[in-house]
C-alpha cells in the first residue's frame, strides 16, 4: 500500500471549498476505503483546524464537527517526531530556506520515503529537490 504524506494544504480541503477541494476529497475517500495509507506530522490538527476556524462559511456547529472529523481521520497517522526527526527538521528548514512547520512534511516523507502531496507551489518547488512531491494540480 502506498504511503503520503498530505500537507495542510491538502487536508483543509476536505472540509473548505477551495480550489481542488475535489482532488483532495478523492485522496481522502481512498485513505478512509483502505487503498492508500497517511502519515502526518503533530501539527495538522492545529494547521487544519486553523483553516476551519477561519471558513466564515462554516458556523461554529459545522466548524466543530469538522474538527471531530479531522480528529477521527487523522488519529491514526500522526508521527511523533524523535530527536533525531527533530534535527533534521532544522537542518531541512535551514537548507531549503522553509519555516520549520512545512519541513516536518519534508522530514516525514523522507523517513518513510513517502510521496507528499501540496497545493503550496513553493513547498512544491523548494521541497522537489529533496524528496518525490507532487502539487494538488497534477493528481
Same mark, same amino acid.
Given at each position: ?7 495542510? !494544504? ?58 471531530? !472529523? ?33 519541513? !516536518? ?6 523517513? /518513510? ?10 513547498? /512544491? ?15
Amino acid at each position: 500500500m502506498r504511503m503520503l504524506i498530505l500537507d495542510a !494544504s491538502i487536508i483543509a480541503k476536505w472540509y473548505n471549498k477551495e480550489e481542488y477541494s475535489d482532488k483532495a476529497i478523492e485522496i481522502r475517500e481512498k485513505y478512509i476505503d483502505g487503498l492508500l495509507d497517511i502519515k502526518e506530522p503533530a501539527l495538522i490538527l492545529y494547521e487544519v483546524s486553523n483553516a476551519i476556524y477561519k471558513n466564515d462559511q462554516l458556523n461554529i456547529e459545522d466548524a466543530m464537527k469538522a474538527v471531530e !472529523s479531522l480528529m477521527r481521520l487523522i488519529e491514526a497517522t500522526i508521527e511523533i517526531p524523535s530527536n533525531e526527526d527533530a534535527k533534521e527538521m532544522m537542518k531541512i528548514a535551514r537548507s531549503l530556506k522553509i519555516s520549520f512547520y512545512d519541513s !516536518s512534511y519534508i522530514q516525514i516523507a523522507k523517513k /518513510y520515503n513517502a510521496k507528499l502531496i501540496t497545493a503550496d507551489d513553493e513547498m /512544491y518547488r523548494k521541497a522537489k529537490k529533496l524528496i518525490e512531491i507532487t502539487h494538488i494540480k497534477d493528481v
